[in-house]
């Protein structure tokens, strides 16, 4: 099993809609979560950091923790063509950084 | 701000080629990364250095050597390179090992 698994999509929704992507981890020490948003042909940039169980809100953006799952997600509310990406999960606790694969979404306008 | 740049945005090399990818970063990080990414396989981690002078192999080391011979700056090199090598190559870095990390803005490198 991956330490980090996540649906690649791509995941095409209207504009205005809510977005909601998921990473499912195996790995308890993870202690701390990220999702990073990569555009074409950019590095990625870190978007929403999380080190509690719960809720983070950002604007838009909702990163959520189920530490007991072991399922974290992350939500775009109202969302913007702007938007489209691909967006990354990453954790960490063995002082290394493992990421998932990456979900591409598209706003369609 | 912290600022990661590469040396290239697009490189086009031949087969058997040496090839120096660089990075530079401006935030005093003690960590640097290569990853290259390539579809469906998602970011693999190439090599780390926690310090100058030091290295780690990641998880695909084969094939490639880095050199941080000062704390901001972190080369990957490609001995000889081979079309399989062709990916974004992308640089990093980070405070602490388990501390966020900062990407550039990736060198798309196409192995002829």
């Known amino acids: 099993q991956k330490e980090v698994e996540q649906d690649p999509g791509p995941l095409s929704v209207p504009e205005g809609a809510i977005v909601s992507l998921n990473c499912t981890y195996s790995?308890?020490?993870?202690?701390?979560f990220m999702w990073y948003r990569q555009y074409s042909r950019k590095g990625p940039e870190l978007l929403m950091y999380?080190?509690?169980?719960g809720n983070k809100e950002d604007g838009r953006f909702t990163a959520q923790v189920d530490k007991s799952s072991k399922y974290i997600s992350l939500f775009i509310r109202d969302s913007q063509p702007s938007d489209s990406a691909t967006y990354l999960c990453a954790m960490n606790g063995n002082n290394r950084l493992a990421f998932g694969k990456g979900n591409q979404v598209v706003v369609i306008p | 701000d912290v600022k990661v740049t590469q040396s290239s945005r697009y490189l086009v090399k031949r087969t058997g080629e040496k090839v120096f990818l660089e990075c530079v970063q401006d935030?005093?990080?003690?960590?640097m990364f290569w990853y290259r990414q390539d579809p469906g396989l998602g970011l693999r981690l190439i090599y780390f250095?926690?310090?100058?002078?030091?290295?780690e192999k990641g998880d695909i080391p084969e094939g490639y050597s880095v050199s941080r011979e000062k704390k901001e700056r972190f080369s990957l090199i490609l001995e000889s390179a081979s079309t399989n090598q062709t990916s974004m190559y992308l640089c990093a870095s980070s405070l602490t090992s388990a501390d966020t990390q900062y990407f550039g803005p990736g060198t798309r490198l196409t192995v002829l």
């Open positions: 250095s926690y310090d100058v002078k030091m290295k």
């Open positions: 790995n308890s020490a993870f202690q701390y």
């Open positions: 935030m005093d990080h003690e960590n």
């Open positions: 999380t080190y509690s169980s």
